[in-house]
């Protein structure tokens, strides 16, 4: 197990299904942190994901992106702030919204999504290699679960049969 788990009382703390899905995101994203960086990415940080999972193709608040990601406005616009300082993204008026600014990829940022995008069959192909496709295929399934009951239904679930 990775040392990355703190200890508690001179002993590692108990390994639960929450820190094991967190460091299993931790891994995975790792590999596409160090694949964002090979393509020439190497300003954007794990902590960007939050931004480039919840954005819209045509643009998104900085307060709906914050609630997306469950973080605050100021946290959220910080990392905005980061991205559009090295050309990942611009601000644009909202034509809905005079007073509103989109959130909105440039060629760059959308070279970042595409990246990722490119990622997503390769990490499923090689969790495939390592549990099975059947088991990535249920893990998948079961993982939405979770999200499905721990959001009280509200986020439907998003899994094709197979």
Same mark, same amino acid.
Request: glycine share 6%; charged share 30%.
């Given at each position: 197990m990775s040392t990355r788990i703190p200890t508690s009382r001179g002993r590692r703390r108990p390994v639960t299904l929450a820190v094991l899905m967190r460091e299993?995101?931790?891994?995975?994203? +790792?590999?596409? $942190?160090?694949?964002l960086a090979e393509r +020439?990415?190497?300003?954007?940080?794990s902590a960007h994901s939050?931004?480039? &999972?919840?954005?819209?193709?045509t643009g998104t608040t900085v307060s709906l992106l914050a609630e997306r990601? &469950? $973080? @605050?406005?100021q946290a959220m616009a910080e990392l905005v702030r980061h991205l559009e300082g090295h050309g990942y993204l611009v601000r644009v008026p909202d034509p809905a919204d005079r007073r509103a600014k989109l959130v909105v990829p440039t060629d760059r940022g959308r070279e970042v999504l595409a990246i990722a995008a490119e990622l997503v069959p390769e990490i499923d192909e090689w969790a495939g290699r390592i549990l099975g496709p059947d088991r990535v295929h249920d893990l998948k399934a079961d993982l939405d679960a979770i999200r499905h009951?721990? @959001? +009280? +239904?509200?986020e439907p679930a998003s899994l094709p049969e197979r």
């Amino acid at each position: 197990m990775s040392t990355r788990i703190p200890t508690s009382r001179g002993r590692r703390r108990p390994v639960t299904l929450a820190v094991l899905m967190r460091e299993a995101f931790v891994a995975l994203n +790792g590999i596409v $942190m160090a694949r964002l960086a090979e393509r +020439g990415h190497t300003a954007v940080r794990s902590a960007h994901s939050a931004v480039f &999972q919840y954005l819209d193709d045509t643009g998104t608040t900085v307060s709906l992106l914050a609630e997306r990601a &469950q $973080m @605050t406005k100021q946290a959220m616009a910080e990392l905005v702030r980061h991205l559009e300082g090295h050309g990942y993204l611009v601000r644009v008026p909202d034509p809905a919204d005079r007073r509103a600014k989109l959130v909105v990829p440039t060629d760059r940022g959308r070279e970042v999504l595409a990246i990722a995008a490119e990622l997503v069959p390769e990490i499923d192909e090689w969790a495939g290699r390592i549990l099975g496709p059947d088991r990535v295929h249920d893990l998948k399934a079961d993982l939405d679960a979770i999200r499905h009951a721990a @959001t +009280g +239904g509200r986020e439907p679930a998003s899994l094709p049969e197979r």
